[in-house]
């Protein structure tokens, strides 16, 4: 597990400009962006919850070594000239250590750069790792007027380079604060890491390819963790809610207490109801065998192949794992 420690020791001083600056940075929209005229700074409670279960995504799912599990997560309010990461755009260097070994150094420095030199940031928000691929975490960010949009990102562990994220979701509509959105979150690929499985060997992409998201079929490869060919869409592998609060809540710009731990927990929760079924799958067939048989008579041949994947959720049963064919018996006269 990852410690945050350092992270929090790292924003102190960044912290520290943001508090002073009671929300009065400095940073016009980009033309054409809708503008959020809401008063005041809004506190959001963010929930994450994690539905990565067996039952909803059975193909290879890890149980050790180590089990389904999250990543910290990293959350940011910010204006529309900063992303931390975006669908069909490269990675950052930021965003590879993160979502490939769960570093978060990199990716803190590049958004305190951005607050630094664009003023495009306002609040940051982190949790622990969580535990299990169907627990809950909990943490609370602000956001202002000019620094409305809210990006995340929280790392699928184990896997290549996989993640679950928000890109500028947008929680002021004109006038007015949202008070809740609820949103089911897919899994994306960050193309830095060429693995197809769960628990694949790093091996660099090069050149890196762009961040696109995972789907039922693509990649379209049967050693794909999360190729399910019989889905029309995989299911949520999770949620976030965020619930306006009141202003009442004596909490800082970033969800962290005066103290400096993070305002977060780890709620265990039930299994997914979603049961995706899981096709069985099985090997080639091997040579083959010799013919065998009496002399003058007709003999039999065996072939075999062998079961790569049980099924699972009332998905295709098994094929015959043997197949007999007649021939004419080896080592005749």
């Known amino acids: 597990m990852e410690s945050l420690m350092p992270v929090y020791r790292s924003f102190t001083f960044f912290r520290t400009v943001i508090f002073l600056s009671l929300g009065y940075i400095s940073c016009l929209p980009l033309e054409g962006d809708p503008i959020c005229t809401a008063e005041g700074i809004a506190q959001y409670s963010l929930v994450f919850?994690?539905?990565?279960?067996?039952?909803?995504?059975?193909?290879?799912?890890?149980?050790?070594?180590?089990?389904?599990?999250?990543?910290?997560?990293?959350?940011?309010?910010?204006?529309?000239?900063?992303?931390?990461?975006?669908?069909?755009?490269y990675a950052s260097n930021g965003v590879r250590e993160f979502t490939e070994k769960g570093e978060l150094w990199t990716l803190m420095k590049e958004v305190e750069k951005a607050e630094e030199t664009m003023q495009s940031v306002y609040g940051f928000s982190?949790?622990?790792?969580?535990?299990?691929?169907?627990?809950?975490?909990?943490?609370?960010?602000?956001?202002?007027?000019?620094?409305?949009?809210?990006?995340?990102?929280?790392?699928?562990?184990?896997?290549?380079?996989?993640?679950?994220?928000?890109?500028?979701?947008d929680l002021c509509k004109g006038n007015q604060w949202k008070e809740e959105v609820s949103i089911?979150?897919?899994?994306?690929?960050?193309?830095?890491?060429?693995?197809?499985?769960?628990?694949?060997?790093?091996?660099?992409?090069?050149?890196?390819?762009?961040?696109?998201?995972?789907?039922?079929?693509?990649?379209?490869?049967?050693?794909?963790?999360?190729?399910?060919?019989?889905?029309?869409?995989?299911?949520?592998?999770?949620?976030?809610t965020l619930t306006k609060l009141k202003r009442s809540q004596n909490v800082g710009l970033f969800g962290i207490q005066p103290n400096g731990a993070s305002i977060s927990n780890e709620i265990q929760m039930e299994d997914s109801d979603?049961?995706?079924?899981?096709?069985?799958?099985?090997?080639?067939?091997?040579?083959?065998?010799?013919?065998?048989?009496?002399?003058?008579?007709?003999?039999?041949?065996?072939?075999?192949?062998?079961?790569?994947?049980?099924?699972?959720?009332d998905g295709a049963p098994c094929p015959s794992l043997e197949e007999e064919e007649e021939c004419e018996p080896d080592n005749c006269v």
Request: hydrophobic content about 30%.
């Open 274 to 313: 979603a049961e995706t079924p899981l096709d069985c799958e099985v090997s080639t067939w091997s040579s083959w065998g010799l013919c065998r048989g009496k002399c003058g008579e007709v003999g039999r041949k065996i072939r075999t192949r062998y079961i790569r994947l049980n099924p699972a959720n």
């Open 49 to 89: 919850t994690g539905k990565w279960s067996r039952t909803a995504f059975p193909k290879q799912y890890p149980v050790y070594r180590p089990p389904a599990q999250w990543s910290s997560l990293i959350a940011v309010s910010h204006s529309s000239d900063y992303h931390m990461w975006q669908e069909a755009a």
């Open 126 to 169: 982190s949790t622990p790792p969580i535990s299990s691929g169907t627990a809950q975490s909990k943490t609370e960010i602000a956001a202002h007027s000019r620094h409305s949009l809210l990006s995340f990102m929280v790392r699928i562990v184990p896997s290549p380079d996989w993640f679950v994220g928000v890109d500028s979701l």
């Open 184 to 240: 089911d979150l897919y899994p994306y690929d960050a193309g830095t890491d060429s693995g197809f499985t769960f628990s694949s060997p790093n091996y660099a992409t090069v050149p890196q390819e762009t961040i696109t998201q995972i789907t039922a079929s693509s990649p379209s490869h049967p050693a794909n963790s999360f190729y399910y060919p019989r889905l029309k869409h995989l299911p949520p592998i999770a949620r976030v």
